[in-house]
Every structure is written in C-alpha cells, then in structure tokens.
C-alpha cells in the first residue's frame, strides 16, 4: 500500500509542474502584452507631444478631445474730436508670441476680421515681424501675446493647458498717459483697449504633431474673434466709418533725419515706420532697461542740445516722459503702463521713442484747396475742420452748401458759418435738416451739438425743431411707409430709412422713423445680422437685432421692434448672395 501510495503521489507531481508552468508563462505573456502597449503609447505621446513642427500641409491625425473653458476681460477708452470718424480699414493684427498656439489660432481671428464689412484691409504679422518700413500706416493695430502658458499632464489620459493671452489694440500701437492735440494732428477717433483672455482645457486621446494644440486654439480664436469684432463693430456705429482717405492728405514717406539724437539703450528695435493721414513719417521704437529713467533723460538733454523744444510732463507714475517739438516734428518718449514681461530681469522697463513728421499748416491747406471740388472728399474734410485755417472752413462750408447733403455734420458745419454770416433763417433750416437725419438714422453723435446752436441762435433754452414737411424728408431719402407697405432690394450694408405717420390717418405732421439694414454678422459662428430700428422725434428709441447662424442661401426672417404704439416689422429674404428683398410694414395699437 505504501509503495502503491508513493508510486501514486509521485504520478501527480508532473501535472502540477505544468500547470504552474501554463501559469507563469501566461503572466509574462500578460506583462509583455503590457509594457508592450506602455511603449506603444508612450510613442505616440512622444511623437504627439514633441514641438509643432509638422506644418497643417502635413500628417494632421486628429483623435482628440478637448474640453475648455475662457473668460476674456477687458477696458477700453476711446475719445474724438468733433466730426472724427472711426478708421478702421487697414487692419494688423501682430503676433507677439512665438508659441504654436498662437501660431495656429491668430491666422483664424484674422479671417473672421476680414468678414468685417469696413476692414478691407487685414494683414497678419508673425512673431518677430512687423510692417515693411516706408509704407502706408495701418489704421488700427492688434498686438496679441500670450504670457504665461502652463502645461501639465500626458496623453492619452488628459493634457492641460493654462494659458494667460493680452490683447492690446488701438489705433496707436501705445499712447503716453498725457496726450496733446494741436492744429496738425491728424483727426482720428483715439482707442486703447486692453483685455486678457484666461484659457484653461484638457486635452485627452491621441493625436500627431500636425493637430497639436488644434482643439485649444479654435476655442482661443473663437474667443478672441468675437471680442474683437465686437468691439471694432460698436465703435464703427456710434463714431461713423471713415471713407478713403485722398492721396493729397496722405504726403510721401521722409526717412528720419541722421542726425536725430536716438535712444541709446543696447536693443533697441524699431518697430514701425510708415506715412499715414497728414504724416509724412511716424516711427516707433522700443527698448527695455532697468535705468530707463536715466535713458529718458539723457535722450531729453541731447534733443535741447540739438535744438528741440522739450516738454517735460513726466510724474510720479512715469518718470522721465516727455515730449519735444521743432518744425512741426514731435518726438515723445514714455514707459509702458503695464506689468513687467516674464523673463525680464528685476526693475526693467519697457520704453517707447515716437517720431511723427507732420505736414506743415500751409501744405494741408494747399491740400484740402487740391480736393475740394470733389463730392467724394467732403466727409474727410469736414473731419479736418481744426486743422484748416478760417478761410478754407469758410470755403468748405459755402461748397456744403451747394451739395445739399443730408449729413448731419456737414449741415452743422454749413449752419455755423451761416450763423458767423447772420444768416440765421437759413442756419436753423440746416439745423432743422440735420435733426431730422439724425432721428431718421438714429444717430445721435451730432444730436447735442445741434441742440446748442440752435438754442444760441433762437435764445431758447427748450428749442425744438418743427416736424418735417415730406418735401425734406424726400431730400433726405427717407421714404414713406403707409398701410400698403414697402419693398425694396438692397445690398448688404445698405440702409432704409422709412418715415412713419403717427395717426391712423396717415396724416399726422410728427412722424415716427424706421431704419432696417442688412450686415456682416459681428460674431465668428454667424453670416447675416438684421438691424432694425425705430426712433421718434422726441428722442424715444427702439432696436432689435437678429442675427442668422450659418444659413442655407436663400434665407427668409421676420424680425421686428416698436416705439410708442408703433410696431415695425421686416421680412428679409435673400435673392443672391449679397443682396437681399426687405419688405415692411408698419402697424399702430389698435389697428
């Protein structure tokens, strides 16, 4: 029993050598297939993580997923003179990092800007560009930088972005915190707006070095895209679009003198130098040093020694600005009023150097003497009323007043020489005009100024205009909008105005005005955007806007607002592309 027990026992052994054998071989067959798949994807990640190099022309795999959230901030100014129309044609946006995602979301920000019906001009600058010397200026400029940027985290599990992105733009690349205007500065609506874009996303899955940093910086440009036109598209209503500027005001580009006393901090750069409105040349220059004071000063002291009248209005808060004047060149030197940039050493500080060469008063005038028979020049002209001597204002305003337009600008100005001219009857016919557009148009920037001519002229404090006679508001191109409705095409950008008669009759002398424009949408994500805007006599304002997503050509909307008992409303539809079929009708409570 013993031997057949031992003989037995031994017959097991065997079995259980192979099976434990099965098992090891399993497990390392389980941890290969493991390590194996770690170094499969730690490859990709390597391969998805390394610096964007692959250009968008290349291998581009995108099996991402990305989740964001921004919150964009910010401040402007802005401030004009008199008649002074927002420019904003000429459009650069530069780019002021040399990071990827930047590089892939600003190219985007500047389609969307080229969508803008008034920007027909958007240039792109990479990092380390700007515009080519001695040409024409920009009208408004678009610094983007991006700060700080904080990556963490690894593919395929979740990577994250923390990403700090300033905009600074103006049509100024910078402006001093004191500012002197004169005779021959150009007229321009001044804007300095600052914002920060706060980005934050996760990134998880897989994807190749073409389509790194895709997801983020399609949110970045969203974000940024519709900020800007935005802002570009509000500032373009209340101020008005100026028009093309004639050659004769736009003088030929001088280089800067040789003998110029420059600023002599070691990296010194130039950035921009061009002509522009009234300017032969306006050059920028930019340094950084922890002795900027001291730099400033020294440069002030050369500029006395060569002959400069210098202005010394530095403060506490910027020591060292200033600003220096001889035949009719200015020089101004100042700190920029922002946070040191990372990676500058401790107590250094960016400086800006500006040199504006500008046209003499006899050369303007001679200028404006060259374009004044041309209808087309008329808007421009009436924006340089400051910089014309009084017999080229009284000449402008006698040929204002031949052209019988409705501008509400051009009539205050026809009407205030008409008033030095005793012609008061007249003078408050034009006001009269002029009040009448402004309602009909619902603009309101020439409303107040308006006002207060007239009070000086009558001697009452609660002036009021008589309500329109038909005859006017026919000379204005405002049309009658009766019971039996209106319709129209008209092209994109193209306004209607409309008179309404307040009664049910159809005969009441104090009418209402509508006005229904088809525009570019202002937001990234849309194509079309109905204004439509109801206005009264006594100021009262309504307005409404609709703006269409992306759709299928031809579209067809209904929108509509009211003042008082009035209800105005607009059917839009779109016959070829670019041109739309409105048709209105208006409706009083009760009707």
């Known amino acids: 029993m013993g031997q057949q027990s031992a003989d037995g026992g031994q017959g097991k052994q065997p079995g259980k050598a192979r099976a434990a054998s099965s098992w090891r071989k399993k497990a390392i067959l389980l941890l290969a297939g493991v390590i194996g798949g770690y170094i499969a994807i730690s490859a990709v990640v390597a391969f998805a993580q390394r610096e964007d190099s692959v250009t968008d022309g290349g291998l581009s795999l995108h099996a991402t997923s990305t989740k964001s959230n921004s919150s964009f901030n910010a401040s402007s100014i802005t401030s004009s003179g008199e008649n002074v129309p927002f420019r904003c044609g000429r459009i650069a946006l530069i780019n002021q990092s040399g990071h990827p ?15 803008l019906p008034f920007a027909h001009q958007v240039d792109y600058f ?3 560009q700007w515009p080519e010397p001695a040409k ?9 930088d991006m700060p700080v940027l904080k990556e963490s985290g690894m593919l395929p599990t979740g990577r994250k972005i923390d990403a700090t992105i300033t905009v600074s733009a103006g049509s100024s690349l910078w402006e001093p915190n004191h500012r002197v205007t004169d005779h021959l500065t150009p007229p321009m609506v001044e804007v300095d707006l600052r914002g920060t874009l706060e980005h934050h996303s996760t990134t998880t899955e897989v994807g190749s070095a073409g389509a790194r940093y895709r997801q983020p910086a399609e949110d970045v440009a969203k974000q940024l895209a519709g900020e800007l036109t935005k802002k570009l598209s509000k500032w373009a209503e209340e101020h008005g679009i100026g028009g093309d500027v004639p050659e004769a005001l736009c003088p030929p580009y001088r280089p800067v003198p040789d003998d110029l ?6 990296g010194t750069e130039q950035l921009i130098s061009g002509h522009g409105l009234l300017l032969h040349n306006l050059t920028i220059w930019r340094a950084t040093s922890e002795n900027w004071p001291d730099a400033l000063s020294d440069l002030q002291q050369r500029l006395r020694e060569a002959g400069w009248k210098v202005s010394d209005w530095g403060n506490a808060r910027a020591p060292g600005s200033f600003r220096a004047e001889r035949d009719g060149a200015m020089i101004d030197g100042f700190p920029l009023s922002q946070d040191r940039t990372p990676g500058e050493p401790d107590g250094s500080q960016q400086i800006i150097v500006r040199y504006r060469d500008r046209m003499s008063s006899n050369d303007i005038n001679l200028a404006i003497a060259q374009i004044m028979e041309q209808d087309s020049a008329l808007p421009v002209l009436v924006s340089l009323t400051r910089n014309m001597n009084p017999e080229m204002r009284n000449r402008l305003a006698e040929r204002i007043i031949q052209q019988h337009s409705p501008d509400p600008a051009m009539q205050l100005l026809a009407a205030r020489y008409l008033h030095e001219q005793k012609r008061d009857d007249e003078a408050l016919e034009r006001l009269r005009l002029a009040w009448t557009f402004c309602r009909a148009a619902g603009q309101s920037q020439q409303a107040e100024a308006i006002k207060e001519l007239a009070r000086k002229i009558t001697g009452d404090s609660n002036w009021k205009p008589a309500p329109p006679t038909e005859e006017m508001l026919n000379r204005l191109g405002v049309q009658r909008l009766d019971g039996n409705g209106l319709e129209k095409e008209v092209a994109l950008n193209e306004p209607v105005l409309v008179y309404i008669p307040s009664g049910a009759d159809g005969e009441s002398s104090s009418p209402y005005f509508g006005m229904v424009k088809v525009e570019s949408a202002t937001i990234p994500e849309g194509v079309y955007s109905v204004l439509i805007r109801t206005s009264s006599l006594d100021g009262l304002m309504s307005q ?31 016959t070829e592309a670019g041109r739309f079929k409105l048709s209105l009708k208006a409706t009083h409570v009760g009707e």
């Open 136 to 144: 024409r200026l920009h009208d408004f400029y678009i610094l983007v």
């Open 126 to 128: 990479e990092s380390g």
């Open 261 to 266: 006393p420059r600023l002599q901090v070691d």
């Open 544 to 574: 409404s806007r609709q703006t269409q997503h992306n759709p299928s050509r031809p579209f067809c909307d209904l929108v509509s607002t009211g003042i008082d008992a009035l209800r105005l409303i607009a059917t839009v539809q779109e």
């Open 101 to 115: 995602l930047l590089g892939r979301a600003l190219p985007q920000v500047v389609e969307e800007l080229r969508k």
